[in-house]
């Protein structure tokens, strides 16, 4: 299981619980220590997600309720990456940030927060306008993106219609 991976169970598991979960609970369940599931959710916070720490353990805010997942996807134009940002909001889901592994510097993520197909908009003109600052063009089009989605069947959709348009990165 790699960092981006181990992070999406965490979400994952926080999604799930009734109740708060310990650093040491997902440590076992994971297979890794403690701190480092620290640093995981210090990532996390860092990407967006609203995880509570409370005296018995780890929570998602309750705004955060829904379910959070992380898609690998892949594109080229800016018209792909309108398809893929519609296709995500469209359907409910809001894009909490985009990553990407860099050799240098390891994982590199910058916050989003698309709700709508306004605020899609609004990123791809700025994209336009700063066509050089997109990260996926470090990766040849390759990112993560981190979403928020009123529950795991919209999750599943959504990873279905970026399979149908040749947007969900597939490792061959």
Do not use: W
Request: glycine share 10%; aromatic share 4%; charged share 25%.
């Amino acid at each position: 299981m790699n960092a981006a991976q181990r992070r999406e169970s965490i979400l994952k598991r926080l999604s799930g619980a009734e109740a708060p979960v310990s650093a040491s609970a997902l440590a076992a369940l994971l297979g890794v220590s403690r701190q480092i599931v620290v640093g995981d959710v210090a990532l996390l916070r860092a990407g967006g997600a609203q995880i509570d720490a409370t005296p018995r353990g780890y929570q998602l805010h309750p705004a955060q309720k829904g379910y959070v997942g992380i898609l690998a996807c892949v594109h080229s134009t800016e018209e792909e990456m309108r398809t893929e940002l519609y296709t995500i909001v469209d359907q409910g889901g809001i894009v909490v940030d985009v990553a990407v592994e860099n050799s240098l510097y390891g994982e590199l993520r910058g916050n989003l927060n698309l709700a709508s197909r306004y605020d899609v908009d609004n990123f791809i003109q700025q994209a336009k306008d700063t066509p050089e600052a997109l990260l996926s063009r470090m990766t040849g089009g390759v990112h993560l993106h981190t979403l928020h989605c009123p529950d795991a069947g919209s999750f599943e959709r959504i990873k279905k219609e970026l399979e149908e348009k040749g947007i969900l990165y597939r490792k061959e």
